[in-house]
T-cell receptor
Framework: EPEVTQTPSHQVTQMGQEVILRCVPI?????FYWYRQILGQKVEFLVS????????KSEIFDDQFSVERPDGSNFTLKIRSTKLEDSAMYFC????????????FGQGTRLTVV | EDKVVQSPLSLVVHEGDTVTLNCSYE??????LLWYKQEKKAPTFLFML????IEKKSGRLSSILDKKELFSILNITATQTGDSAVYLC?????????????FGQGTILTVHP
């Protein structure tokens, strides 16, 4: 069964460093998303991406964050200067059709900022 | 601000019991409501509901949506220890945007043998 894959599964980084989280969405999907889940809290929407541009972003997705689809298969989330409060599980998701279809989630990247 | 509230927050039952999980929502531009099961990491999709009153069923799990009262329930009959997980309700909304999922805080279900 096709799946969304994310790498790495766990990343530890020092505060102030840049990190790039990588995702390979399901191949025929057109809509891509990043969510995060701080330990013990809700899953929170960060950003949605379609046709090579951001279509919606939450208030969490500030100037420190950026997304890119550099090569037609990978979908990346970059955090420029990590803060302690960026520590969370980051989930990538993709969906085939915009509305009335489910988004499939990857296994997540656990980001720990020390 | 879009809001999704789940209840109860946690539930402990024994194998064979039937459980009902609740999800209420207040969102603008409602598109659909989704249920996910989260065991260790990624949420895995269970159901998507778009129309009121039509039950979706998969094995021992079923779900229904009430768009007038703005809630959904997820039923699990004859629970098994493998049903132990966090069950997430999420609402897909979006007007001119391309849809975002707003999640509830989840219901932690523990099924004892």
């Amino acid at each position: 069964e096709p799946e969304v894959t994310q790498t790495p599964s766990h990343q530890v980084t020092q505060m102030g460093q840049e990190v790039i989280l990588r995702c390979v969405p399901i191949s025929n999907h057109l809509y891509f998303y990043w969510y995060r889940q701080i330990l013990g809290q809700k899953v929170e929407f960060l950003v949605s991406f379609y046709n090579n541009e951001i279509s919606e972003k939450s208030e969490i997705f500030d100037d420190q964050f950026s997304v890119e689809r550099p090569d037609g298969s990978n979908f990346t989330l970059k955090i420029r200067s990590t803060k302690l409060e960026d520590s969370a599980m980051y989930f990538c998701a993709s969906s085939e059709i915009l509305f009335y279809t489910e988004a499939f989630f990857g296994q997540g990247t656990r980001l720990t900022v020390v | 601000e879009d809001k999704v509230v789940q209840s109860p927050l946690s539930l402990v039952v024994h194998e064979g019991d039937t459980v009902t999980l609740n999800c209420s929502y207040e969102v603008t531009n409602f598109r659909s409501l989704l249920w996910y099961k989260q065991e260790k990491k990624a949420p895995t999709f269970l159901f998507m509901l778009t129309s009121s009153g039509i039950e979706k069923k998969s094995g021992r799990l079923s779900s229904i949506l009430d768009k007038k009262e703005l809630f959904s329930i997820l039923n699990i009959t004859a629970t098994q220890t493998g049903d132990s997980a966090v069950y997430l309700c999420a609402v897909l909304s979006g007007g001119t945007s391309y849809g975002k999922l707003t999640f509830g805080q989840g219901t932690i279900l523990t099924v004892h043998p």
